[in-house]
């Protein structure tokens, strides 16, 4: 009864087995953890008193559960393009149907049922036949023809199924495998019966409608007083005897149909129920020739409130003791606990300055506050060259040289994008100009080069390079634009202002124009090329003009 209120009711016993598991594991940790913490600190010690961390745990193993499992909790509207309807008729066939309270019987009833039916139905609509007895079976597949259905339902007799019996629950099952898998008609298994349970057991389980989407309507015949059963003209008897007396059982189709969302029809004293009602229950959720869409109440499935109470839980169980949190806050004044200092940096960087009620810190303290944010965050994301490519730049521009150009190595290093591995390069030769390390920038803007050989800053700046190395002589405050935004280049003023405009020189030189074309690829021609440059310019592919791609800044 119980698993009838769960949309996977399959999965009850797997997940109680693993529920069941881990919590006997974590009672067997904690009382292995009490042993030994009263072998070192003596049976006398007594920790403070608070809610253990694996009874959180327990608590959330068990909402994941019931979330997984699907609890239904009320119901919910949801829209539905209906196409027709596909119907089984599902007749009772056991001996108790020969009863004449409905005269001629009951089963005669439940056949003049069926036809009326049919002959409600749409031609859009198809249907199928069913019968139980002792066991199910599925008598033929969803058809519009309605003239074979309804000679298949004349031919019908309680002697079709042997040995006697009634068992709704296995005729529901073959009637399942008439609808086809992934058809989005209405579902509908309409069951004429008296709803009589002889024997135990048999139960119908309404979950495996549910999820099959089909609804039940029931049509209840017979009379509350009953009859007895006929058998060649006398009484059916028992094994011990007894005359057989059966009466209608109302109340067993109806907690069928309410499962389901279906609804449930009585027959008079002459075996009659509302037909028109009845058909029209049945196109409930199939309006229209050519499919329109409607509403329909569904049972709800209620996951997302048990998962937001395992993740309360879990979080709750993740959350340190207070001695716990002064610890850690007494490390970080003293400068101990570099990973905790890095997540209170990325903390105090995402809170924007306006909200900080003090003073505005000056540059350096927001440079040196943006490189812990990014230190925290590559901590997480260390092989991540976008990050490492930011973390450069920052540290370029707080004075930290050699840092940031090893931020720019291994952006370079583990950039699978060309044009992301070229931007890292060029970052890094720019830098090693800076430190006065020319021969190393010599070799990134080459390395550039051959990753993006249309960059003409990084062409520009291996020129000046190149010049510098061949007076022999450190360059003087005017050298190459510093690092570039991955996002963007310099803005064009800035070029005209920096080495690659026309007044760029070098120490010692006499004021004049920059070098002409041949006289830069002269300069160039008297550089050894680098070993890799020729694959690195093979592996770019030919004509790619895409601009730039990188991270937002």
Known sequence: ???????????????????????????????????????????????????PGDTLLALALVAI????????????????????????????????????????????????????????LEPQDRAALAVFGSRGALLTPLTPDRAALLEFTSSVDTDLIHPAGSHLASGLSESL???????????????????????????ADAAELVRAQVRVLAAALGTDVGATVP????????????????????????????????????????????????????????????????????????????????FVLLCLEGLPARQRVWR??????????????????????????????????????????????????????????????QLGRARFENGERDAAARAFTAAALLASDPQLASLAYYDLGVTLIASGDLASARDAFFDALALDPDDR??????????????????????????????ERGPDPKQREESPRASDSQLPGDTPGPVPDAATRARLLSRVPDDPARSLRSAAQPAGDERPRAGPVW
């Open 1 to 51: 009864m119980m698993l009838e209120l769960f949309a996977h009711p399959e999965w009850a016993r797997a997940l109680g087995l693993l529920v069941a598991a881990a919590i006997l594991a974590l009672g067997a940790a904690r009382a292995v953890a009490r042993r030994r913490r009263h072998t070192l600190m003596g049976p006398e010690f007594r920790p403070a008193p608070s809610l």
């Open 65 to 120: 559960a019931v979330a997984l499992l699907g609890l239904r909790w009320g119901e919910q509207s949801t829209r539905v393009l209906a196409r027709g309807v596909d119907v089984v008729f599902l007749l009772d066939v056991s001996r108790s149907m020969d009863a004449s309270d409905v005269p001629p019987s009951r089963l005669a009833r439940a056949q003049r049922g069926v036809a009326e039916l049919l002959a409600r």
């Open 177 to 203: 495998q008439a609808f086809a898998r992934g058809s989005d008609r209405s579902r509908v298994i309409f069951v004429l019966s008296d709803g009589e349970r002889p024997q135990r057991g048999g139960r």
């Open 231 to 310: 058998d060649h003209g006398v009484p059916l008897r028992d094994a011990a005897g007894r005359i057989v007396h059966t009466r209608r059982d109302a109340q067993r189709l109806a907690h069928l149909a309410d499962a389901t969302d279906g609804q449930l029809f009585l027959g008079d004293a002459w075996g009659v129920f509302d037909f028109d009602a009845a058909a029209s229950a049945i196109r409930r959720d199939a309006v229209g020739t050519h499919g329109e869409w409607v509403e329909r109440r569904v049972a709800a499935v209620r996951v997302a409130p048990f998962a937001a109470v395992a």
């Open 328 to 389: 850690v806050l007494t490390r970080l004044r003293r400068g101990r606990d570099r990973r905790a200092a890095f997540a209170l940096a990325a903390l105090l960087a995402s809170i924007p300055m306006a909200s900080i009620p003090m003073g505005a810190p000056d540059a350096s303290a927001r440079e040196r506050m943006q490189i812990a944010a990014l230190e925290a965050r590559l901590l997480a994301s260390p092989r991540n060259p976008r990050l490492l490519v």
């Open 457 to 486: 800053h990084a062409r520009f700046n291996l020129e000046w390079t190149l010049r510098a190395l061949e007076v022999q002589s450190p360059p003087q405050p005017a050298m190459p634009s510093p690092p570039r935004s991955p």
